[in-house]
Every structure is written in structure tokens, then in C-alpha cells.
């Protein structure tokens, strides 16, 4: 064990529970509201779009939530995934620190993702449903989905946005190896879609409109519903088999972890790596735990905690959480699934109350820390994932001035295979550091509208 490369477990010891953080928060997580009303979000007003077991796990105060069997048997086709001493990078970086990454990139579809995708799918078949219908940006959310509905025998519809659809076609393909209808939103099958191209035939779609189609078909029709693959909090509850199997597998390798680091989008596997660990902390264990964001798209760092909707068009229920505002549209940087107006709600409320650090990265650093990656473990990391590796990395160069012999893990949470072009812009010297002035980042906060109060 002393001087392994990873750190595996069997099988047999794959954890059986969810873990739900919502029981062990400083404060309660203040609840949804409807976005007509004012007032709480109640189960039925979510029925239409999730199915009863979901909607029950959103505000669960259980600790523990049990696998189902069903689940577990599919988690076992890539699960557990592999722990990594990063032992080559800690010699380039000349580092005192032992870093480590937990692997998420070994799925089926290349992501963290299939860890929701699955029990989402395995719920909505228990429930009767027939097909789901979701949209996805590049296509990590898309295909993650796909996998997992082929798997229970469901139908999915993919709603992608259109420049994606024709940027990057090889998500589109893996979703319909597995049997999925993928769609360029906008599309002339739902009101939504044709509001957009009657006003320009030739939009080239966005996550936003994608969202109102997708959710517009769930509401259509008796038989689907929809599926979201981040921020909610039923899906950080099926991520935290990811900090689960880690907290195993560094009790095995020894290890007590110093410092977590992952990226954050909507925050979901970030928060499904952490919040195991996060009990510890209150308790007083002296761990750090950092989010590691886009200076392009700087929710953390640079937004407001406020109430606001969770999609662009404004349909979604309000929800409590930092926000740059739903009207803000970050510029188009490599790592799409980092550009989400909002994060999830329970991660907000445990950075707002300073148990969880948050830090922002250019994407040059970003992605000088990725090839330097690949070049001494081997891994071609998404775009995102390499925003936690430079963060990591900064760690262990910190450590390096002051000679203290850290313990940093990395949330890995997917490769960049489907993502090359983003690398040779990157090599070719073409990526572009884009900073929002401030005053632009107050304008598009100020315009959130004060709901409530
Ligand atoms: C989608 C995605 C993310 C961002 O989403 P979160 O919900 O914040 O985890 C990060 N990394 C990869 C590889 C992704 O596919």
C-alpha cells in the first residue's frame, strides 16, 4: 500500500447508503418558492415534471438513503471507481504534499454524471414513467442520461442546443448508441422552440431554451417526465457515493485528507465528493474544502446570495442560492459545464456559511495545470475537472514554500476525450482569459428581480 499508484476497492465494498447532508447543515435550507406565489413549493406543484421518490428525497432529512438493489447493480458495471496517488505530478511539482484524485472519468459515459442518471432513471421506471426528456449543453448530461435510460428500458429525448449539436457530434453519437432521440433546440415540437424561431429562424439555442423544452414535454405529456442533472438536491444525495468511497479509500491508503478540491458548475459533484467529510469539520476536524469556479462565470466569488430562478427563461421555482443573475449569459469558454448562472442551494448555504471556500481560475492556468496533468498521470481531464487540478496543484505548490507535507485530493470528475478542440486553442495559444468588469457582474445582479421582500 505504501507505494501504490491507486487505492481500489471491491465490489462488495460498495457503499450501500446515500449520504444526505440536509440533517447535518448549521441551519436548515431555506425552502423553494413558487415563482407565482411566493410561498413554498409543495410535492404536488412538482409532480408534473418528478416522480413522487425523488420529490421525497429533495426534502429528505434522512441521513442515510438507502441503494436501491436495482441501482447498485448498474453502479457495479464502473463502481467503485479507483483512488490515484498522484505520484508522477508530485515529482514535477517537486511538492512535500501527496496529492490524490478520485476518479470519476471511468463511467460509461467519461463523467461523474451516470451516478444521479441512474437511480433518476431507475425511480421514474417505478413510477410507471416511459420516457424522460432532458436537455443537455455539450452533451455530458445528454449522454450520461442516455446510458442510464437504456439501461432501465426507458425512452429518452434529448433536447441539445443547436451549436453544440453541430460543434460537437460525438456526445450526440454515444446518445443515440443508446437509443436516445437527440433534438437541436430549438426545435418546432414544443411552443417554447417555435416562440424562438419565429423570432429567429436561426438561433443557435442555449441551455436556458433547452430547459423550456424539455420541461414543456415532460408537462405535455402523462408519460415522461424530466430529469435534471445537477444543483437539485436529490442529485448531490446520489453524487455521494463519490466522497463515500473516498473516505474508504483514504482510511485504507492511511491518508487523512488536508484539503478537498473540486470544480463546480451546478455543483454536484463537488458537492457529492465534500459532503461526507463535512460532518467531520463541524465536528472540528481542521479539513478545507475548495470550490474552484471560471473567473468567466464567478457565482462564488463574485455573486449574490439571493433568491432566483434556476433557468433563464424564469419558469423554474426560486431558489435560495448565489446567483450572477438567470438573465446572465457567461461567454462561451471550454468548460461548458462550468457556465450555470446559479449553484446548488445546499452548497450555497454551506460556502454563505463559510464551511466550504470558493476560488476562481482564468482558463490559461486552468489549462497549463491540465496538460501538465496528462503529461505525468496520463489522463486527458475535461476542461472542468481541470479547473480543481489547477487548484490542486496550487495547493501542493503552496505546500512546497512551506515545507508542510499536506494530504490534497481532487474530485476527477471526467475526461476530456470529447473536448480536444478546447486543447489545441490551448496549444495553439488561442484561448482567451476572459474576466467580467465588476460593474457588468453588479448590473446583472441588480437585475434579479427582489422576490421575496
Ligand atoms: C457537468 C460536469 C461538471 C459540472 O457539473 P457539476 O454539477 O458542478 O458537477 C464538471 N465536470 C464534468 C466532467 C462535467 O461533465
Known amino acids: 500500500m505504501a507505494d501504490s499508484y491507486r487505492i481500489l476497492l471491491g465490489e462488495n465494498e460498495l457503499p450501500q447508503q446515500w449520504y444526505n447532508v440536509q440533517p447535518d447543515l448549521p441551519r436548515p435550507l431555506p425552502p423553494y418558492l413558487h415563482p407565482a406565489t411566493g410561498k413554498p413549493v409543495t410535492p404536488d406543484d412538482m409532480l408534473p415534471i418528478f416522480p413522487m421518490e425523488l420529490i421525497l428525497q429533495e426534502v429528505s432529512q434522512e441521513r442515510w438513503i438507502e441503494i436501491p438493489d436495482e441501482v447498485l447493480d448498474i453502479y457495479r458495471l464502473w463502481r467503485p471507481s479507483p483512488l490515484h496517488r498522484a505520484r508522477r505530478l508530485e515529482k514535477l511539482l517537486k511538492t512535500p504534499a501527496r496529492i490524490y484524485f478520485k476518479n470519476e472519468s471511468v463511467s460509461p459515459a467519461g463523467s461523474h454524471k451516470p451516478n444521479t442518471a441512474v437511480p433518476q432513471a431507475y425511480y421514474n421506471k417505478m413510477a410507471g414513467v416511459t420516457r424522460l426528456a432532458t436537455e443537455t449543453g455539450a452533451g455530458q448530461w445528454g449522454s450520461a442520461l442516455s446510458f442510464a435510460c437504456n439501461a432501465f428500458g426507458l425512452g429518452c429525448t434529448v433536447y441539445m442546443v443547436k451549436v453544440s449539436y453541430q460543434q460537437k457530434p460525438y456526445r450526440r453519437s454515444m446518445m443515440q448508441i443508446w437509443g436516445s432521440e437527440v433534438y437541436p433546440s430549438p426545435t418546432d415540437r414544443t411552443d417554447s422552440g417555435r416562440a424562438i424561431l419565429a423570432q429567429?429562424?436561426?438561433?443557435?439555442?442555449?441551455?436556458?431554451?433547452?430547459?423550456?423544452?424539455?420541461?414543456?414535454?415532460?408537462?405535455?405529456?402523462?408519460?415522461?417526465?424530466?430529469?435534471?442533472?445537477?444543483?437539485?438536491?436529490?442529485?448531490?444525495?446520489?453524487?455521494?457515493?463519490?466522497?463515500?468511497?473516498t473516505k474508504k479509500q483514504l482510511q485504507l491508503a492511511g491518508e487523512k485528507a488536508d484539503v478537498l478540491v473540486g470544480c463546480v458548475g451546478g455543483g454536484s459533484n463537488f458537492a457529492g465528493f465534500c459532503f461526507p467529510f463535512v460532518p467531520d469539520k463541524l465536528k472540528g476536524d481542521n479539513i478545507r474544502m475548495v470550490a474552484v469556479e471560471p473567473t468567466s462565470c464567478p457565482t462564488f466569488t463574485k455573486g449574490a446570495y439571493m433568491y432566483d430562478f434556476g433557468d433563464t427563461a424564469g419558469l423554474t421555482p426560486l431558489m435560495l442560492m448565489y446567483t450572477l443573475g438567470h438573465s446572465f449569459v457567461p461567454p462561451g469558454i471550454h468548460a461548458g459545464g462550468l457556465r450555470y448562472h446559479g449553484d446548488a442551494p445546499l452548497l450555497s448555504l454551506l460556502v454563505h456559511e463559510k464551511v466550504i471556500e470558493a476560488r476562481a481560475y482564468p482558463q490559461n492556468p486552468v489549462f497549463e495545470a491540465a496538460i501538465a496533468f496528462a503529461r505525468t498521470e496520463g489522463i486527458v481531464p475535461a476542461p472542468e475537472t481541470a479547473h480543481?487540478?489547477?487548484?490542486?496543484?496550487?495547493?501542493?505548490?503552496?505546500?512546497?514554500?512551506?515545507?508542510?507535507?499536506?494530504?490534497?485530493?481532487?474530485?476527477?470528475?471526467?475526461?476530456?476525450?470529447?473536448?480536444?478542440?478546447?486543447?489545441?486553442n490551448f496549444i495553439g495559444g488561442n484561448l482567451i482569459d476572459f474576466e467580467y468588469p465588476d460593474s457588468k457582474i453588479q448590473e446583472a445582479i441588480a437585475a434579479i428581480p427582489k422576490f421575496p421582500g
Open 200 to 245: 429567429d429562424p436561426e438561433s443557435p439555442g442555449s441551455l436556458g431554451i433547452a430547459i423550456s423544452e424539455a420541461v414543456e414535454d415532460a408537462v405535455k405529456h402523462e408519460d415522461t417526465k424530466y430529469a435534471l442533472g445537477s444543483v437539485l438536491n436529490h442529485v448531490l444525495v446520489h453524487q455521494s457515493i463519490v466522497g463515500l468511497e
Open 388 to 424: 480543481a487540478i489547477r487548484a490542486g496543484v496550487d495547493e501542493a505548490l503552496k505546500c512546497k514554500e512551506t515545507g508542510e507535507e499536506k494530504c490534497i485530493v481532487i474530485a476527477f470528475s471526467g475526461h476530456g476525450f470529447l473536448d480536444l478542440a478546447a486543447y489545441d
